[in-house]
């Protein structure tokens, strides 16, 4: 609470009259030797001393006018998520509140199905950022699908790092699935990350059903799509198609190759770097962190490449 100091003197001289007669006879006392009754007049210091009492009042009328203001509900500006589709997406300068309900907004970023867009915003952890895997647990997904039943996207794969101001700098490739409403709710904060309305995609979805692909490079970078049709246990024994030979054959041993699954509405590529040793592989870089919405198919992949 603010307040305010009036200066002025303590004991304001009053008003008074100057009696030029000095009898005690009250009939003419305040009469001039001319007969005629002096009149009462205002010195400067009283004058002076009328103006602080009066800047006073206007004080005190301020203070109270700003202080009925400030008792009233503030008018609050939020700014939508923008979504924009790479990786220099910014959070909201002022982040929209957590309803609970996915789609709250009456202003949502719009896009069709079966496509991606990539979400990247800085996450305060406080004094230690987490991995990028455990980063992604404490993000929310909201599904409202139009049909009622099943999820609306799907993050495919996550990277990023640490900020010089402690925050984790993270971008995740999402995948619209299905039309109907989406989102990312940081669970700390619960700071809406993106929000958005799927709508029927109005182009030829890249597959009716999610299935598998596994591609691997060559020396030169070239990549070709691997046939596990015959039910292969091993990536080792899948064919390379076009080739007619096994992968065992044609990735040599110790080298490291580009290896790329797709398994998305989206037909969007998940790049990983892999090294083969001996009948299996291991991964070069921890990154990304691939499909943590899919389980089931990091599992299927796991046990292919042997990790």
Same mark, same amino acid.
């Given at each position: 609470?603010?307040?305010?100091?009036?200066?002025?003197s303590?004991?304001?001289? =009053?008003?008074?009259?100057?009696?030029?007669?000095?009898?005690?006879?009250?009939s003419?006392?305040?009469?001039?030797?001319g007969?005629?009754?002096?009149?009462?007049?205002?010195? @400067?210091?009283?004058i002076?001393a009328?103006?602080i009492?009066?800047i006073g009042?206007?004080?005190i #009328?301020?203070i109270k006018?700003r202080g009925?203001?400030?008792?009233?509900?503030?008018r609050?500006t939020i700014?939508?998520p923008?979504?924009s589709?790479g990786?220099?997406?910014?959070?909201a300068?002022?982040p929209k =509140?957590?309803?609970?309900?996915p789609?709250?907004s009456?202003q949502?970023?719009?896009?069709?199905?079966?496509?991606?867009?990539?979400v990247?915003?800085?996450?305060d952890?406080g004094?230690r950022a =987490? /991995?990028?895997?455990?980063? @992604?647990?404490?993000?929310e997904?909201?599904?409202?699908?139009?049909?009622? /039943?099943?999820? /609306?996207?799907?993050?495919l794969?996550?990277?990023?790092?640490?900020?010089?101001?402690?925050?984790l700098?993270?971008?995740?490739?999402?995948?619209?699935?299905? =039309?109907?409403?989406?989102?990312? /709710?940081f669970?700390?904060t619960g700071e809406?990350?993106?929000?958005?309305r799927?709508?029927p995609?109005?182009?030829?979805?890249?597959?009716?059903?999610?299935?598998? #692909?596994?591609?691997?490079s060559?020396a030169s970078?070239n990549?070709?799509?691997?046939d596990g049709?015959g039910?292969?246990?091993?990536?080792?024994d899948?064919?390379v198609?076009?080739l007619?030979t096994?992968?065992r054959?044609?990735?040599?041993d110790?080298?490291d190759?580009?290896?790329?699954?797709?398994?998305?509405?989206?037909g969007?590529p998940?790049?990983?770097?892999?090294?083969?040793t001996?009948?299996?592989?291991?991964r070069t870089k921890?990154?990304?962190?691939?499909?943590?919405?899919?389980?089931?198919?990091? @599992?299927?992949?796991t046990? #292919?490449?042997?990790?």
């Amino acid at each position: 609470m603010s307040y305010c100091k009036i200066l002025g003197s303590a004991n304001p001289r =009053p008003y008074y009259l100057d009696h030029m007669s000095k009898r005690k006879d009250v009939s003419r006392i305040g009469e001039s030797r001319g007969g005629t009754r002096q009149r009462s007049v205002l010195t @400067l210091p009283s004058i002076a001393a009328l103006v602080i009492i009066l800047i006073g009042i206007a004080l005190i #009328l301020t203070i109270k006018y700003r202080g009925d203001q400030a008792g009233r509900s503030p008018r609050s500006t939020i700014n939508s998520p923008t979504g924009s589709a790479g990786p220099d997406r910014k959070a909201a300068s002022e982040p929209k =509140p957590n309803t609970g309900t996915p789609g709250a907004s009456s202003q949502l970023e719009r896009m069709e199905a079966a496509q991606a867009v990539m979400v990247t915003v800085d996450l305060d952890f406080g004094s230690r950022a =987490p /991995t990028i895997a455990d980063a @992604l647990r404490e993000i929310e997904r909201g599904y409202k699908p139009d049909d009622g /039943t099943g999820r /609306t996207f799907a993050i495919l794969d996550a990277y990023g790092e640490p900020t010089p101001d402690g925050k984790l700098h993270i971008s995740m490739h999402v995948s619209s699935e299905k =039309p109907g409403i989406a989102s990312l /709710t940081f669970k700390r904060t619960g700071e809406i990350l993106w929000n958005s309305r799927i709508v029927p995609a109005t182009h030829a979805p890249a597959s009716q059903a999610k299935n598998l #692909l596994i591609s691997l490079s060559d020396a030169s970078g070239n990549s070709r799509l691997l046939d596990g049709s015959g039910g292969s246990a091993s990536i080792m024994d899948a064919k390379v198609k076009d080739l007619g030979t096994t992968v065992r054959d044609y990735w040599p041993d110790g080298s490291d190759r580009e290896v790329t699954f797709v398994y998305s509405a989206c037909g969007c590529p998940v790049k990983i770097m892999a090294r083969r040793t001996g009948e299996r592989t291991i991964r070069t870089k921890e990154l990304p962190v691939i499909f943590p919405d899919d389980p089931g198919a990091v @599992l299927s992949i796991t046990k #292919l490449m042997g990790w």
